[in-house]
């Protein structure tokens, strides 16, 4: 069975969001285990959303294959819960394979199965969970992480990339694949990749040039002018590059680059695209070109991306 753990005003989504993926998992494989919501009590668990759960009481370490650790605001009373800690001891003894979803890695560290390895969990929560569990060797910007038998996630909708990864394992990437196109996902993120948006870290993203911005990452394979920008906004090219630089922090140049990067570097580590193939779909054109742009933005050239994607 695959137990996912809440507790009071946990986060639906970091629950859900595993559960769905397991659920499907029977679909496609009809040997896999069946979920379960659990908890320290039995009966309904209400959510931070105010939704209310229906969980068993925790089962015996023997009935478990796979725990999952939900996150959200009650997530601090779990870390000082005995029973709580107890029993996620108790399975990792066992060598149970456990995970955690977004603030659910607290759960794990206070038990002590992060100690001394990798680990993710929300990029918000980095400083206080560095200041509280300095022994863990935290990684903010990975959408998940494993380390032998512990697996841990980023925020909320991360939990759905890792319940997928943990479904390729056990059944193979077909089922992995079958479930994603079911649960209608635009595509399978791996481990490696990085918890932000170059949308999300532009300046006003939805504001007067956000549709722009949607359009050219949706375009990423054409070649894309300062001009042609600057027709679609209705502005003089020189009077759109001072305009777009100032309400987004960004040059117009600069910005489609931040877009080919992130577009270019979701495809190196969650496909087996040629290089090449990548760089032409993104507009990098030359593959060489693409690599001199990894090195500056991540300090690696795709080959290096991709392998340690394949890793985690």
């Known amino acids: 069975m695959i137990g996912i753990l809440i507790f009071p ?5 970091d629950a859900a969001g595993p559960a769905s993926v397991f659920e499907m998992a029977r679909r496609f494989a009809p040997a896999a285990p069946p979920v379960q919501m659990i908890a320290v009590q039995s009966g309904p668990v209400r ?8 969980a068993a009481r925790l089962p015996s370490a023997n009935a478990i294959t796979t725990l999952v650790v939900a996150g959200g605001l009650g997530v601090d009373a779990a870390t000082e819960c005995r029973k709580t800690l107890a029993f996620v001891r108790r399975l990792a003894r066992r060598g149970v394979r456990v995970a955690s979803v977004c603030s659910g890695a607290y759960v794990l560290a206070a038990a ?21 569990y300095p022994k863990v060797r935290l990684d903010p910007d990975r959408i998940f992480l494993r380390d032998g038998h512990v697996w841990t996630s980023a925020g909320i909708s991360a939990g759905i990339d890792l319940a997928l990864a943990i479904a390729a394992e056990d059944h193979g990437d077909g089922v992995a694949k079958d479930i994603a196109c079911q649960l209608v996902l635009y595509h399978r993120r791996s481990g490696g990749q990085s918890q932000f948006s ?5 300046k006003t993203p939805n504001g007067r040039f956000g549709p ?25 090219p020189r009077h759109f590059a001072r305009v777009f630089t100032a ?7 600069k910005a489609i680059e931040r877009l080919r990067l992130e577009v270019a570097r979701e495809h190196v580590q969650s496909s087996g695209d040629l290089i090449e193939r990548v760089a032409e779909a993104t507009g990098f054109r030359d593959p060489e070109r693409m690599r001199r742009a990894f090195v500056r933005a991540f300090g690696q050239p795709p080959q290096a991306l991709r392998r ?3 890793k985690t």
């Open 212 to 236: 722009l911005l949607t359009w050219v990452r949706e375009h990423l394979g054409k070649p894309i002018t300062v001009e042609m920008l600057a027709d679609r906004a209705g502005l003089s």
């Open 9 to 13: 005003d946990f986060q639906l989504l």
């Open 112 to 132: 002590g199965l992060l100690d001394g390895r990798k680990a993710t969990t929300h990029w918000c929560r980095t400083q206080d969970f560095v200041s509280r």
């Open 47 to 54: 959510s931070s959303s105010g939704v209310e759960v229906l």
């Open 308 to 310: 340690a994607a394949r």
């Open 198 to 202: 170059s949308l999300l870290e532009l």
């Open 247 to 253: 309400e987004t922090g960004s040059t117009p140049s």
